[in-house]
Each structure stands twice: as C-alpha cells, then as structure tokens.
C-alpha cells in the first residue's frame, strides 16, 4: 500500500497480516519464484528492501548504488546465478540496476539512458523528471528484458542490459504494467495511459516481442489503463483495471475505476459480480499466482479480492483488518491459493 507492507497468510484456514515497512511509500513488491520466501519492496523514498522470510523482516539493499526512488523490481523466473535469481530494479529518474547475488551487490546497464528516445522521456505531474515503471524479465528467454518508462517508451534488451532497443513507432509510450505468459512465447500485454489522449489506445498487444502492435479496444469505455493480469492457465484470458483518466484513477475525492475482462474471440466485458462498487475505487491492482490456474486476484482500497473462474467474478477475501488498505501500489501472490 502507499504508506506500508501488508503480508497476509493463510494458516489453518484462516488469514493472519502483519504491517511492515510502515511510513515507507512502497511502490513495487516482487517475489522470486523458485524461492518464495525471498521477497523484494521498492519504496519512493528509502531505496530497495529485501526480506528472506516471507515478509515478516526487512533489510535495506543497493544503498551504495541504487538511488532512494526504486519505482520497480522484479526477479526473472529463468535467469539464474545458482539457488537465486537475477533481480532487476529500476528508478527515478530512469535507470536499471541488476544483481546477479539476490541484492547484495548491484550494477547500473547504463546503456540504457543512450537511447534516442530519452531526451523525451517525462512523467506528466514532474515533468521534470520520468521514472521506470515497469520491468518484465522474458519468462521463456534468459536475458531478455522488457522495460516501461513512465512516460515515453517501451523499450527491451535482448542482452540482459548489456543493449538496448529503443521504442517502435506504433508501440504504447507510457505503459503502467506489462504482462508476458510463459505458454505464449513473444507475446505481450499492455496497459497503458495513452488512451487518456486518444481513445483506442490504453490496452495493446504484441505478438512479435514488441516489434509490432495492436491495439485492442472494443467492449472498453474506459481508456486510462493501469494493470494487467493474464490467466496462468490461458493466454487468452486477460483482466485490466481502468479509469476514464489518471484523476478518476488515483485521487481519493474524485476515485471512479473499474474491472474488464476479455477472452478468445470476445470483446472486452465490463465485470461488477463481487467487486466493490466503482464509485470511490481507487484504481485495482491486479495480479496471478503460477500455481492457480483460472485465478486472479485485486487488490483495491475498499479489500482483497480473488476471482476463481478467471476473472468473470469475484470473492472478498476477509483478513480480518479493513483499517490497512489505502492506496493500492503492488501486489504478489506467492504459493498454493
């Protein structure tokens, strides 16, 4: 959330949360897959965190590299250095560290700020600056890498940072969340915020690693998108959260988001069953769990909920302490749902 961690785990049928890192503004939370218990928090102000148990404590990594704005983090599912794997983290202003010792010591892929692109990277609010929002490690090629800057590109390396490739013409310049599948080699999921310019344009597919893209719009009312979550299971099922613009999407007073969901052949359906009402909504983080097929999971400022038939609805899931939730700002699910 925008003020603290909240860990929740199920134990003998019931849900137990702890809040951590409390007054930190975390702003991505990851999790690597072959250890779980590994967990990574990037917070607006503090730097990087690590925790080794689940969660339940925290140290601070990267402090003599990484600057304190860490905006994004994630560990590729097939990158590995031994037991760990490759963790990449990205800043404000842009930048991409990796780390090859799960944290302990870190290194900045520079090349990345040579593109011509960056000269016109800048994020709305601070125009003065822009930041890496998302990062998407290839889940099937090693050292593959998919990068958004917030706002103004989405760029890859093919080479594990070592180069860099720049955006392509009709690619989405200000991607919030990118999602891959493992069954769908090259594919990519896009939500974005282009759409709040140009109708059409929020959500967006590739097919081809990011060399070409279409955009995918009808059924959608709402063209401001913030994330995205793609059916373990099925490539084909998609959930993304939107607003009608960035002010309907994060600002508590005027706060009116909502759900959709697509599927082989169908146009984008606007989803309700279960989900608080869109009327003061902050705008849903989404998220899917490997070992859960057909199950999704939103986190949103009035719960957490969880979807078991892909999304077509939904179920609170009650831990206990509604007082915790606020703004939404990442979420990772973690072993067997």
């Not at 900045?108 to 800048?122: C, D, T, V």
């Amino acid at each position: 959330m925008a003020d603290g961690v909240l860990v929740a785990s199920r134990r003998n049928g019931s849900w137990w949360t702890e809040r951590r890192l409390e007054g930190y503004s975390p702003q991505a939370v990851t999790a690597d897959s072959s250890r779980p218990e590994v967990v990574y928090c990037g917070t607006f102000d503090r730097g990087l965190w690590r925790s080794m148990d689940a969660g339940d404590s925290w140290e601070r990594v990267g402090e003599d590299v990484i600057s304190d704005s860490v905006m994004a983090v994630a560990v590729s599912a097939v990158e590995r250095s031994g037991e760990r794997g490759v963790v990449y983290a990205g800043t404000e202003p842009s930048a991409v560290y990796r780390s090859e010792d799960g944290g302990e010591t870190w290194r900045e892929l520079r090349r990345m700020r040579e593109l011509p692109s960056a000269q016109e990277w800048s994020f709305p609010p601070r125009p003065e600056t822009h930041h890496v929002r998302w990062i998407s490690p290839d889940p099937n090629t090693s050292g593959r890498l998919f990068v958004a800057i917030e706002a103004g590109a989405l760029i890859q390396s093919p080479d594990r940072g070592e180069t860099w490739e720049d955006r392509t013409p009709d690619g989405p310049l200000d991607t919030h969340t990118l999602a891959t599948h493992k069954d769908a080699p090259d594919r990519l999921y896009s939500a974005a915020g282009d759409g709040f310019m140009a109708a059409g344009y929020g959500y967006a597919e590739s097919g081809d690693g990011g060399a070409t893209w279409r955009r995918i719009s009808e059924g959608l009312q709402h063209h401001y998108l913030w994330s995205v979550a793609v059916d373990p299971g099925d490539p084909e099922t998609v959930v993304v959260s939107a607003a009608s613009s960035p002010w309907k999407a994060h600002d508590p007073r005027a706060a009116e988001s909502t759900i959709y969901r697509k599927t082989a052949g169908e146009p984008w359906r606007e989803i309700w069953e279960g989900l608080p009402q869109v009327e003061g909504r902050i705008v849903t983080v989404l998220a899917a769990n490997q070992d859960e097929p057909s199950v999704f999971y939103a986190l949103t400022n009035e719960g957490l909920y969880r979807s078991s038939d892909a999304g077509a609805s939904w179920d609170r899931l009650e831990l206990g302490r509604r007082d915790h939730y606020g703004r939404p700002t990442g979420l990772v699910i973690v072993g067997e749902g």
